[in-house]
């Protein structure tokens, strides 16, 4: 099976090359990383080797583009922005690594990986994401303190999205 920082650091590999797709198969294991075109997102899809699975393309809506605002208002608003200050600024986002299902605990009743408040370090598992029946432990990546639990149990989360919120030590 591949561990999560191994997956980031191919995903990583891909991206800064000319390469479209790299598929590697280790103990049992089948990893197929695809560069998105325009109109989708990066497909990472994990599987047992015995298996063949086709990923999916996940379609992106077109981005949105400001309109530029009149300059007198540009003006009047320009110290309330000044005054913002990002609300998780400072703290650490664990995002998704892949499309899956959310699961906070190892098995329904179990206990909850982590709760707000709870320290955690690099290797504490935070979460597992079900994809294509495996289970993928997801570990915090940094020494810090839960401050925010952004999914509820049993939800499907997007490639990227935001999982916890961890005040670093």
């Known amino acids: ?31 197929l990383i695809r560069k998105p075109n325009k109109t989708e997102s990066v497909v990472v899809t994990h599987a047992p080797a015995a298996h063949t699975y086709t990923p999916v393309a996940i379609p992106q809506p077109a981005p949105q583009v400001p309109t530029p605002a009149p300059a007198a208002a540009a003006e009047s608003s320009a110290p309330a922005e000044a005054a913002k200050v990002e609300p998780d600024a400072g703290l650490h986002r664990i995002t998704s690594p892949m499309v899956g299902t959310f699961y906070r605990a190892p098995s329904p009743g179990a206990a909850p990986f982590v709760n707000i408040g709870d320290k955690v370090n690099e290797k504490t598992t935070v979460c597992i994401l079900e994809a ?14 839960i401050v925010d639990i952004l999914v509820e149990n ?14 670093p030590e």
Not at 8 to 23: F, G, M, P
Not at 155 to 167: A, P, S
């Open 132 to 145: 294509m029946k495996l289970m993928n432990p997801i570990e915090a990546e940094v020494k810090g303190e």
């Open 1 to 31: 099976m591949f561990k999560l920082s191994e997956i980031k650091e191919l995903i990583k590999l891909v991206d800064s090359t000319t390469v479209q797709e790299l598929e590697i198969e280790s103990e049992g294991s089948r990893l």
């Open 154 to 167: 049993g939800q499907l989360v997007e490639y990227g999205q935001t999982l916890f919120l961890v005040k």
